[in-house]
Structures are given as structure tokens and as C-alpha cells.
């Protein structure tokens, strides 16, 4: 249902608030960049801090821009079932294309209480769902065996997954099936995900670098290997510098440096990017020839 690049998109703030304007531009150059998809209020959009007001105000603002051009995929996940049908009761009626479910995250809850909440959305929405699991943030792991169970309940359509393991890939495929739809979420592991059999990435260096990142799909896709490992090692350093402070801060940094409308604010707990990640930034922008240091 989905391939190629997908940014998960960051939510610009300004003195506290959302930037709607920012947001809309930023909309507008990532539809003209070439993304395939775009995913508002994930973990890069600090969905953890936006009120349920300004939550849907952002998967409208997007939705709105978009206009049709591209799929939104909304993210609509929570630790808390009920809240995650609310969010997606709304996305469905803003007109979402999908919503993106992380896994429930400090419950702590078991596999089975894991395939409980995903068939318990299943049966109260049927707006298409893309299964995000994030171990690392999350804590809790969606195993393959459950990822199986999930992927036979109705309306899922999709698997964004960043647990980092790539064996999964394959398993998967035998698990569920070639048709089934995988998009990496790592960044640095795009390349080897898309061998696998990976269909794309929801990305975070999608923000930053679109063009780039729509031509190593295009590169991908059309299995010109050599073309696309050149972008790979054009766009690695900064996928790697991407996360060289808590996430989105080298983000919205890096999009302050390519934007003059663009300003980088973050929200507590998030703090402005250190100086060793704008130095990283920078020199990983220099590197992709984005901007000139």
C-alpha cells in the first residue's frame, strides 16, 4: 500500500506554539521534493508533548496542505487503547489515508496483551493501520510471531519497523507473506532493508534531505545498486547525525540551516541541540552538499 521515502515530519514550534505556516511550508517542499508519503504527529513530530487539540490540529494542517497529492499517514498510537481509537476516530474523519500504531509503550503489556490492543482498533476503526515497532523507545517488542498475528486482523496494511534487526525483514516475509508491506525505520538501514525486500522508510532524514532521499528510492527501486550505495554514503553521515542529541533537535536544526522560515524549537523534555550535534549536523549537511560550511 505504501513504498519509498516517507518522512516522519517534525512539528515546528514557534514561542511555544505550533508554526502552522512552517508547517505548511515545510508540507509543500517535501510534496515538491518528491516524498511519497507523509507521516504527521510520530515520535520525530514529539507527538509525546502535543495536547489532543494540537495533536489534530497538525494531521488537519497536513492533511489540508497535502490535499491529495500524497498519503498521510497519521500517527495515531498511544499507551492507552481508548485514547488511540479516539485519535484514530478523528484521523479517519480528517480523511488520513492510515494510521500509524506504536506499539503500547510503558505498560509493559505481554504479546498477547500486544495483539489485544491492535485487535481491539481493528474492530473499532477501519481506518488502515501501519504497525510501528520501536523497541528502544518503547520498550516492549512486537515479535515476529505476533507481528503475524496482527498482520491477518483486518485493515493492517503495513509494518514500520526500527527494532534494528534486519533478520527480520526475512522473517517476516516467510511469516506473513512477500505482498506484506515493510518500511524500515532506521535510516542507516534503508539500504539493507530494501535487499531484504523492504518497500521503503519512514524517515527522519526525510526532513532534511527529501530530494536525496526520493532519488536513493528511485536508485532502490530500479536496482541500479551502484547509484544507490553513492547516495547511501552521501546521506550516512547524516542519518547518523540525525541522533547525535535526543531526537528532533538535530532535525529542526538542520532544517534551520536549510530555511530561513524555519525555526528549531523543541519541547521539554527536549532540549535545543548541543554543540557537538550542530557541528555533526553541519558537517554531515556540507557532506550530502545540501549547504556549504
Same mark, same amino acid.
Given at each position: 500500500? /505504501? &513504498?519509498?521515502?516517507?518522512?516522519?515530519?517534525? *512539528?515546528?514550534?514557534?514561542?511555544?506554539?505550533?508554526?502552522?505556516?512552517?508547517?505548511?511550508?515545510?508540507?509543500?517542499?517535501?510534496?515538491? !521534493?518528491?516524498?511519497?508519503?507523509?507521516?504527521?504527529?510520530? *515520535?520525530?513530530? #514529539?507527538?509525546?508533548?502535543?495536547? /489532543?487539540? #494540537?495533536?489534530? %490540529?497538525?494531521? !488537519?494542517?497536513?492533511? #489540508?496542505?497535502?490535499?491529495?497529492?500524497?498519503?498521510?499517514?497519521?500517527?495515531?498510537?498511544?499507551?492507552?487503547?481508548?485514547?488511540?481509537?479516539?485519535?484514530?476516530? /478523528?484521523?479517519?474523519?480528517?480523511?488520513?489515508?492510515?494510521?500509524?500504531?506504536?506499539?503500547?509503550? @510503558?505498560? %509493559? $503489556?505481554?504479546?498477547?496483551?500486544? @495483539?489485544?490492543?491492535?485487535?481491539?482498533?481493528?474492530?473499532?476503526?477501519?481506518?488502515?493501520?501501519?504497525?510501528?515497532?520501536? $523497541?528502544?523507545?518503547?520498550?516492549?517488542?512486537?515479535?515476529?510471531? *505476533?507481528?503475524?498475528?496482527?498482520?491477518?486482523?483486518?485493515?493492517?496494511?503495513?509494518?514500520?519497523?526500527?527494532?534494528?534487526?534486519?533478520?527480520?525483514?526475512?522473517?517476516? =516475509?516467510?511469516?506473513?507473506?512477500?505482498?506484506?508491506?515493510?518500511?524500515?525505520?532506521?535510516?542507516?538501514?534503508?539500504?539493507?532493508? @530494501?535487499?531484504?525486500?523492504?518497500?521503503?522508510?519512514?524517515?527522519?532524514?526525510?526532513?532534511?534531505?527529501?530530494?536525496?532521499? *526520493?532519488?536513493?528510492?528511485?536508485?532502490?527501486?530500479?536496482?541500479?545498486?551502484?547509484?544507490?550505495?553513492?547516495?547511501?554514503? =552521501?546521506?550516512? $553521515?547524516?542519518?547518523?547525525?540525525?541522533?547525535?542529541?535526543?531526537?528532533?533537535?538535530?532535525?529542526? @536544526?538542520?532544517?534551520?540551516?536549510?530555511?530561513?522560515? /524555519?525555526?528549531?524549537?523543541? %519541547?521539554?523534555?527536549?532540549?535545543?541541540?548541543?554543540?557537538?550535534?550542530?557541528?555533526?549536523?553541519? &558537517?554531515?549537511?556540507?557532506?550530502?552538499?545540501?549547504?556549504?560550511?
Amino acid at each position: 500500500m /505504501f &513504498a519509498g521515502s516517507i518522512p516522519a515530519l517534525v *512539528t515546528p514550534f514557534r514561542d511555544g506554539l505550533i508554526d502552522a505556516d512552517a508547517l505548511r511550508q515545510l508540507v509543500e517542499w517535501q510534496i515538491a !521534493e518528491g516524498s511519497h508519503a507523509l507521516v504527521p504527529c510520530g *515520535t520525530t513530530g #514529539e507527538s509525546a508533548t502535543l495536547g /489532543f487539540d #494540537e495533536h489534530y %490540529r497538525v494531521i !488537519e494542517i497536513v492533511i #489540508e496542505q497535502a490535499a491529495g497529492r500524497v498519503p498521510v499517514i497519521a500517527g495515531c498510537g498511544s499507551n492507552d487503547t481508548a485514547t488511540a481509537v479516539r485519535h484514530m476516530a /478523528f484521523a479517519k474523519s480528517a480523511g488520513a489515508t492510515a494510521a500509524l500504531i506504536v506499539a503500547p509503550y @510503558y505498560n %509493559r $503489556p505481554t504479546q498477547e496483551g500486544i @495483539y489485544a490492543h491492535f485487535a481491539h482498533l481493528a474492530e473499532h476503526s477501519d481506518l488502515p493501520m501501519v504497525v510501528y515497532n520501536v $523497541p528502544g523507545r518503547t520498550v516492549t517488542d512486537i515479535s515476529s510471531d *505476533t507481528l503475524a498475528r496482527i498482520a491477518r486482523l483486518p485493515g493492517v496494511v503495513a509494518v514500520k519497523d526500527a527494532s534494528g534487526d534486519l533478520a527480520r525483514v526475512t522473517e517476516h =516475509r516467510l511469516n506473513i507473506g512477500k505482498d506484506f508491506c515493510q518500511l524500515s525505520g532506521n535510516d542507516d538501514l534503508w539500504l539493507s532493508h @530494501y535487499g531484504l525486500g523492504g518497500k521503503g522508510c519512514i524517515s527522519v532524514t526525510a526532513n532534511v534531505a527529501p530530494g536525496l532521499c *526520493t532519488d536513493f528510492h528511485t536508485a532502490c527501486v530500479s536496482g541500479d545498486h551502484a547509484a544507490a550505495l553513492k547516495l547511501h554514503e =552521501r546521506l550516512y $553521515p547524516l542519518h547518523k547525525a540525525m541522533f547525535s542529541d535526543a531526537s528532533p533537535a538535530p532535525a529542526k @536544526y538542520a532544517l534551520s540551516r536549510i530555511h530561513s522560515w /524555519f525555526d528549531p524549537e523543541v %519541547r521539554l523534555p527536549i532540549i535545543p541541540a548541543n554543540a557537538a550535534a550542530r557541528a555533526a549536523v553541519d &558537517a554531515a549537511l556540507a557532506h550530502a552538499g545540501i549547504v556549504t560550511l
